[in-house]
């Protein structure tokens, strides 16, 4: 199809990147931008367009091969480096359709789509409890969620590692807990260790640029920090605008991975 729709395209006087993008559509991976996007464009309408007609496969059952229109969705946006939005684009394809396309389904198609990620993610090499905290965060991208996959797998070899996570789930352990989300108040702080963490906190939270070395690299600023704090400081204090404080701070911290990973899914945490 492809193959001949390219010849076809050029006949009728189309670009040479538009019969090269129509020629390569149901390739794996596509060697053009324009490809790229028309491969993505046909993946998601297959995908979204199926499951609403309620064709989803069952069990072994495939027969518009939507496992590997799934993989092509991956491996494409992994191959070219895109980052790229799922529920976005499954939402967008949906309005196109000639058939309802609730949440309902676009909730099922993603599920279908978050399967063969955690395949592809294994198979490059990654441990289950890697992948898990990585699609916990980032099952909607899987160049990005490929990325920190990777770096996260690199940092768990560390030698310094364990330390570097307990410090971390200490702030998490305690907090998620909360129903609330606590305002934090900095010129409330009297107590060193207080002040101390705060100025850790506040100097890692700047140097964020959304990336998982980056945030390995200021948690090694930080532990100190943290393992003064919980050393010196009775968070749950009886003084409720104290404790909330002392909360929100470690939530502050704890929010620190928000978009890269769920840490708490590691071994060891």
């Known amino acids: ?53 309620g064709l989803a496969p069952k069990g072994s059952n495939d027969p518009f091969a939507l496992r590997r229109a799934a993989l092509h969705l991956i491996e494409n946006l992994i191959a070219h480096k895109q980052q790229f939005d799922l529920r976005a684009a499954f939402s967008a394809a949906a309005v196109l359709l000639p058939v309802p396309c609730d949440d ?38 899987p160049y ?18 364990p330390e570097l996570l307990d410090a971390y789930a200490r702030c998490v352990r305690i907090t998620r807990s909360q129903t609330e989300t606590f305002t ?29 070395p980056t945030f390995v690299s200021t948690l090694r600023d930080l532990r100190p920090a943290i393992n003064r704090f919980f ?9 409720t605008a104290v404790r909330h404080n002392r909360l929100a701070l470690l939530q502050h911290i704890a929010a620190l991975t928000d978009g890269l990973a ?5 071994e060891g945490f």
């Open 1 to 53: 199809q492809g193959i001949m729709g390219g010849h076809y395209a050029k006949r009728s006087g189309e670009s040479d990147a538009v019969a090269e993008a129509i020629a390569g559509q149901y390739n794996a991976v596509s060697s053009s931008r324009p490809g790229l996007a028309l491969a993505l464009a046909d993946r998601l309408d297959s995908l979204a367009g199926l499951f609403a007609a």
């Open 104 to 141: 309902a389904v676009l909730q099922e198609v993603m599920g279908f789509v978050n399967g063969r990620l955690e395949g592809v993610l294994r198979d490059l090499g990654h441990s289950a409890f890697v992948v898990k905290a990585v699609l916990a965060e980032l099952d909607h991208d």
């Open 144 to 161: 990005q969620a490929s990325r920190v996959a990777e770096s996260l797998s690199e940092a768990i070899a560390a030698e310094d590692w």
């Open 184 to 212: 934090l108040h900095p010129d409330a702080f009297t107590l060193p260790a207080e002040q101390q963490l705060l100025a850790a906190y506040q100097k890692a939270a700047a140097a964020q640029d959304g990336t998982l």
């Open 231 to 239: 050393e010196d400081v009775l968070v749950m204090d009886e003084d």
């Open 262 to 266: 769920d840490l708490s899914e590691l």
